[in-house]
């Protein structure tokens, strides 16, 4: 691999050997393991808990929010702790939180004391990404396509969490759920000894920290950037929400559960994997383009998809989605520039906030489905990327020196 084999985010080649890839893999593992006990954990659990404690579907309903919620609105709170006091070790006692919590739901005796243990986990799982986030940043070296290997493990740990929540509930049952934490805690020992040991976690934080005093925060640029992925998490949230009702009206009956599964995955999986093509892209051409391009063109496969009444939704969706996603390695690394002297915070911006954010926002969708149709109301959907073009404009562009 040639010299110029990474670029930072001004443009400047970086030698590849700059690169800590140990421990940005790490990061991304890590990453994985933490997003494995969020909110989709839970979904096999579910009927099993609602039977034991007498729930009601509206009542299930509320709780991956509860908990999604924690772990998205507490983020910016848990980044400004992460930025202030670097030496506690986030990126280890998060996902550790979070998976001994989860693994007492089996335990709860109420509703309201499973609410609330599904909270304090979302809490957890927060506190892993802004501090992931900073660390990812200077592991990377600030390149977009190194970034995009930490976004890419977190998205791979929440689309196989389903799968593994079986495997733990077939395994432990609810009463020995607690097992389910050996891996988190396995990982923590292993981040406590990777970024403890040598110029680990404290002295990168104080060194990124050094080099933040040089740069200048700019809040309306991290604002419209944070607006940005609200828009984008708005499309995202709301088709994987109502997709597998649209499927259950345009499909046979017979279809629907295994239609609805492959539709869904494929369009997280999608999402997902667009991140190391959307880094070499950022890179390459710009970060600022690259979003601006990719708003304009999501729509169109988007749209096209939803018109379909046949097996063509699937790709045409997970394409929109694909197309739709490319910029999130890049935003992160953009937000940590915008505000370098609390790069746990910015992080957590593009993160948590903004993706909590989108969740609140996409709960009318479901009121205007039931007043105007739910295919009308997704097929408006597939055009709110568009609003996302006028919140690049106020962004400014990266210097382009030092592109090929």
């Excluded at 992460?82 to 109420?110: E, K, M, N, Q």
């Amino acid at each position: 691999m040639g010299q110029a084999a990474v670029i930072e985010a001004g443009g400047e080649p970086v030698p590849a050997a700059k690169v800590d890839a140990f421990r940005l893999s790490l990061l991304a593992v890590g990453h994985a393991v933490t997003d494995s006990y969020g909110q989709s954990l839970l979904a096999p659990m579910f009927p099993q808990i609602a039977a034991r404690l007498g729930l009601s579907l509206a009542q299930v309903g509320g709780l991956p929010m509860m908990m999604g919620l924690s772990a998205s609105l507490a983020q910016p709170l848990l980044g400004l702790l992460s930025d202030r006091y670097p030496r506690w070790c986030f990126v280890a006692l998060g996902p550790l939180l979070a998976a001994l919590i989860i693994g007492f739901v089996g335990h709860a005796h109420t509703y309201w004391q499973l609410a609330f243990l599904l909270f304090c986990a979302g809490i957890g799982i927060g506190a892993y990404h802004p501090q992931g986030a900073t660390l990812a940043r200077l592991a990377g070296r600030g390149s977009s396509l190194a970034m995009s290997a930490f976004t890419v493990g977190g998205n791979i740990g929440f689309g196989l969490a389903p799968i593994m929540g079986g495997l733990y509930v077939e395994w432990f049952g609810l009463e020995r759920l607690y097992f389910a934490a050996l891996p988190a805690l396995v990982f923590a020992v292993v981040m406590g000894i990777a970024f403890y040991s040598g110029p680990g976690l404290p002295a990168a934080v104080r060194k990124g920290a050094a080099q933040a005093r040089e740069g200048r925060s700019q809040p309306v640029a991290l604002a419209a950037l944070t607006a940005t992925v609200v828009v984008r998490s708005v499309v995202q949230i709301g088709i994987t929400t109502f997709l597998p009702f649209l499927i259950q009206r345009r499909f046979p009956q017979e279809a629907h559960g295994s239609l609805a599964s492959v539709s869904v995955s494929a369009f997280l999986l999608a999402s997902a994997f667009a991140g190391p093509l959307g880094g070499h892209l950022s890179d390459r051409f710009g970060r600022r383009r690259l979003m601006i391009w990719t708003f304009l063109l999501a729509p169109l496969p988007l749209y096209l998809g939803m018109q379909q009444t046949g097996l063509a939704l699937i790709p045409l969706l997970a394409f929109g989605a694909f197309v739709l996603m490319l910029p999130h390695p890049g935003n992160v690394v953009m937000a940590q520039e915008f505000m370098p002297r609390s790069a746990g915070i910015a992080a957590s911006l593009i993160t948590g906030l903004a993706w909590g954010l989108a969740q609140v926002l996409v709960l009318p969708l479901g009121g205007l489905a039931d007043r105007v149709g739910l295919a009308p109301a997704l097929t408006g959907l597939c055009f709110v990327p568009l609003l996302g073009v006028a919140l690049v404009l106020p962004i400014p562009g990266e210097t382009q020196r030092g592109r090929r």
